[in-house]
């Protein structure tokens, strides 16, 4: 069963900008991870994999798959209790968070294994070599594997279905998943931020193969109006997220001025007005910010 918990818990912001808010040749990545009080993350690099037998196995947080032939070096923000991880970074450039929302769809049963919303950061870090790839590899392993899982150490109801922002030097795209259906939005220029609720609406560029079927079997959308993601999977009271208004009004600032860098990005981390810096119940225990040269995607700085 699944636990909705009140707003003041729901944590994680997600953030990345193009020209022309951010400083001309550069994409700015950025996420505050908000988890519950005294839980503990480490900064850890896993090196790089390469001539994996076939049949062979990785154990994820609470189940097995089949590993990929190679993955790639990564540097992850890892909760220790996890196998998957809040955010982090490819050796090519790709960088990954995911936030909680909460959907119409149910929770995958305990009784059946799947992977956990980190779990699929994660892999997306190591299997993908683009933010498209990493995105490709995370819609694969959601449709074949399911998502479900406690997401909280002592507690086993909470539990969520995820969203991403999966970003490199080109493009990033917006991943936001109900069970196993999911819809994709691409971002080239500007901003864009996630929080605890659905934001896609109709600007869909991507998506599952039967999104729209499954939203009129199930009474979410009625085949004749203009198809809204966003509010015809949302769970009731979860569309509307204020602190992801908020964010994007932290992101607005630097629009007209192309001033939004590293610097400008570890600000907004620690806006507590907005409440994208937390403190309480859930509270901010880790953060990320990455700066990816689109001059040469190997020239990519992150903080951790």
Same mark, same amino acid.
Not at 279 to 292: I, K, Q, R
């Given at each position: ?64 798959? /089949? ?7 990564? #540097? !992850? ?6 196998? *998957?991880? $809040?955010? %982090? ?16 769809? /149910? ?7 799947? #992977? !956990? ?6 892999? *997306?870090? $190591?299997? %993908? ?176």
């Amino acid at each position: 069963m699944r636990k909705t918990p009140p707003f003041v818990l729901r944590g994680c912001d997600t953030f990345v900008a193009f020209p022309p808010t951010s400083s001309q040749g550069f994409v700015i990545f950025g996420k505050n991870s908000d988890r519950p009080m005294g839980e503990k993350q480490s900064i850890r690099r896993y090196p790089p994999t390469s001539n994996n037998p076939p049949g062979m196995m990785v154990q994820c947080t609470y189940k097995s798959i /089949p590993q990929a032939p190679y993955t790639h070096a990564v #540097l !992850l923000s890892q909760i220790d209790w996890m196998w *998957g991880v $809040e955010m %982090g970074a490819n050796q090519c450039g790709v960088v990954i968070g995911n936030e909680a929302v909460w959907t119409h769809e /149910p929770i995958q049963s305990d009784e059946e294994p799947a #992977l !956990l919303g980190m779990d699929l950061v994660r892999l *997306g870090l $190591e299997r %993908g070599d683009t933010a498209e790839n990493a995105m490709n590899v995370i819609t694969f392993l959601l449709e074949e594997h399911g998502q479900g899982g406690a997401c909280a150490e002592n507690d086993s109801s909470f539990t969520y279905h995820n969203s991403f922002l999966i970003a490199d030097s080109k493009e990033a795209w917006i991943l936001e998943t109900a069970d196993r259906h999911w819809a994709a939005e691409r971002i080239v220029e500007g901003s864009r931020n996630i929080s605890n609720g659905l934001t896609i609406r109709d600007k869909i560029d991507r998506s599952s193969s039967n999104l729209k079927e499954h939203a009129i079997e199930r009474g979410y959308w009625d085949g004749k109006s203009t198809f809204d993601f966003a509010a015809s999977y949302s769970d009731d009271g979860s569309l509307s997220d204020g602190r992801q208004v908020c964010g994007a009004k932290l992101l607005q600032k630097h629009e007209s001025k192309s001033s939004l860098d590293y610097k400008a990005m570890m600000e907004i981390l620690r806006d507590h007005d907005s409440g994208v810096c937390m403190h309480g119940g859930f509270e901010t225990t880790a953060s990320m910010v990455s700066e990816l040269s689109q001059e040469n995607k190997e020239q990519c700085r992150h903080w951790l």
